[in-house]
């Protein structure tokens, strides 16, 4: 079954998608060139409604059926799972960009809602047990999957000076869902969530304390649903939840965690996105001074800094394209500069991979997921390269292949390839908090 992309006519995304675009959204929703154009469609992507579209994640299945919102700035993704499958997802595109059918999230979501009714899966169905809502940031506020009220949507608002491009988008998704279906249970789940359990020695920057508290500098990670849902399988193959995983989520953003036994101790993103891994088009880590010397030696506005560092940089701003497979393809026909943009990314990784083995003191399953991380061989190849004394080896022919263990036998940490389910564990997380909330 495929998912369709909303904004391309009867188009489909394939689940290996892995280009490197510019967008600031999901992994996966990245073609060659990744930004988004075409005609947007209000049709939603379905799969038979009569049936359920096959197992959970590792056997799981939910025990209800949730509606899931990823709401952006000018798009609205949604899927509708139930039991151990999916009935349905699609995506709306350019929301209220000059030109498009669809001004802006409550006509998207009407568009989603008339197609799911025209497929017996509308709102109003008696079966939909609630809707889960993707909110990027949680500050210090929101450390786990919280039900919507008043009080919480005022405290989103209140973080949007964090997240300025992402918590309004979810904030209007949220009221246009809780004015469709006030009756109904809907929960936020946030992408910092999971980071919350990160202790303070690795939370803190050290700057003037007074500074950083008044102005909420801290680290706070992201990617958190893809962090939670990878690490619990990657556990799994561990043979328990008390395994320690290193996850490397690799596709429009990029981002390591490291994982104790299901908790998070360790994330490379920071107070933003911005730090840590070499991405698409974000630089990464970078010396803090380069920005000083950007603004007083290149007379560059901070603005012009924000967008050179946010959207120019990263493999774009190392060899000119961010489609790993493009760069994969220059690389393969002797381009210099690919080579050292591939060369600079897996050196970040390795970087990353061999800290958070230090900070965790013994691994059992480096995860590699998203869209770079489920289909580039190459990049898995020269990321763990050279960590044979770690216990860490990659088999070249389970590597090619992609199979879920690509590590050689023998040795100490197992290597895997997880595909992502994010919508699987904000439904997850989402039901979690309406059974809490009936039994209490």
Known sequence: ??????????????????????????????????????????????????????????????????????SGSSSLKYRLLSGSGRLASGTVERIGEPG?????????????????????????????????HRVVHGGTAFTRPTLITDEVVRGIEALVPLAPLHNPANLAGIEVARGLRPDLPQVAVFDTAF??????????????????????????????????????????????????VIVLHLGNGASASAVSAGRCVDTSMGMTPLEGLVMGTRSGDLDPAVVLHLARTGGMPLDEIDTLL??????LGLCGDNDMRAVTERLAAGDPEAELAVSVYCHRLRKYVGAYYA????????????????????????????????????????????????SADGGAVKVAVIPTDEEFEIARQTLSVVSRTNRG
């Open 359 to 406: 900070v965790l003191g013994t691994v059992d399953v480096i995860a590699f997921t998203g869209g770079v991380g489920e289909n580039s061989a190459l990049v898995r190849e020269r990321a763990l390269a050279g960590l044979g004394a770690l216990g860490i080896t990659v088999d070249p022919v389970r590597n090619a292949r992609g199979d879920t263990l690509v």
């Open 195 to 244: 980071h919350a359990t990160i202790p303070p020695a690795a939370s803190t920057y050290a700057i003037d304390r007074e500074v950083a508290a008044r102005l909420g500098v801290r680290r706070y990670g992201f990617h958190g649903t893809s962090h939670a849902y990878v690490s619990r399988e990657a556990a799994l193959l561990a043979g328990g939840p008390d395994a320690n």
């Open 100 to 132: 498009s059918p669809v001004p802006d999230q409550r006509a998207a979501l009407e568009a989603v809602a008339a197609r799911l009714a025209a497929d017996g899966l509308g709102l109003d169905s008696p079966e939909l047990t609630a809707i889960g």
């Open 310 to 315: 946010n959207r120019r940089s990263g493999m």
């Open 1 to 70: 079954m495929s998912e369709r992309d909303l904004s391309e006519p009867g188009g489909e995304r394939a689940a290996g998608d892995f280009g490197l675009d510019s967008g600031q959204d999901s992994a996966r929703d990245s073609g060659r060139g990744g930004d988004g154009s075409g005609p947007a469609r209000t049709d939603g992507g379905r799969d038979d409604p009569g049936r359920e579209s096959g197992p959970g994640p590792g056997g799981e299945s939910l025990p209800g059926r949730v509606l899931v919102l990823n």
